[in-house]
């Protein structure tokens, strides 16, 4: 490998940004920015702990389930899931936070980039109340940077074409977690469980 060291090399490969792509970035939420978090029922999450260490982390509900706050801030629901809450503990140790929203069908993205406070609980709790949950926690973020990211990742990936999608290229979810998470249960249990309408039902826990 061909390691590159100097920013002054990377620059000589990639280029330098056009002034418009440079000077895209901006401070705060405009009306555009509104309308696509309202849009938007996915995001990925990335936090960092206090010795580099990374986690990216995707966030999924219905369309909208982000709150904003006012033009510099926003909230982020929890919901339950393994407990392992990666994000969470990074968050205490370094608050600086990176997120990319989605919208399904579309090549563009949101990217946010801020500071973030774990929330227990707040009066805007009573708004992300979903099938009776209201969440335990919430991701508060102070935002520093937000811009629109372009389309050319999922023109290539040709991530929402359904004539690309190839769901059996890769084992099932029952599969891989026999191999590498619950090797006690068996493979028709698995498929029972991750298949079951109890594992839908309980998306949101306890109603």
């Known amino acids: ?25 901006r401070a705060a939420l405009a009306g555009v920015d509104r309308e696509w978090l309202a849009a938007s029922s996915l995001l990925f999450m990335a936090t960092t702990d206090d010795r580099g260490n ?28 393994n407990r392992r809450a990666d994000g969470f503990h990074n968050l205490l140790a370094n608050p600086h936070i990176g997120l ?32 009776g949950h209201r969440p335990d926690l919430a991701v508060v973020v102070e935002i520093d940077e937000v811009f629109f990211h372009c389309s050319k990742a999922f023109l290539r990936s ?5 004539a690309e999608w190839q ?17 006690d249960e068996s493979l028709a249990q698995l498929d029972e469980y991750y ?13």
Request: proline fraction near 8%.
């Open 54 to 81: 990374l986690d990216v982390s995707p966030k999924g509900d219905q369309a909208g389930f982000v709150t904003v706050l006012d033009d510099t801030t926003l909230a982020i629901p929890d919901r339950p899931g």
């Open 1 to 25: 490998m061909i390691a590159v060291q100097t920013v002054t090399e990377l620059e000589s490969i990639v280029g330098a940004p056009s002034p418009r792509a440079a000077a895209k970035v």
């Open 100 to 131: 990319v929203f989605l919208i399904p069908g579309r090549g563009d993205t949101l990217r946010i980039n801020g500071r973030a406070t774990v929330v227990r609980d707040a009066e805007f709790f009573d708004e992300m109340i979903v099938r």
């Open 158 to 162: 040709k991530a929402w074409d359904p």
């Open 167 to 183: 769901p059996g290229s890769a084992p099932r979810r029952a599969v891989i977690a026999h191999a590498v998470e619950r090797h």
């Open 195 to 207: 298949g079951s309408a109890s594992y839908a039902d309980g998306l949101y826990g306890p109603a």
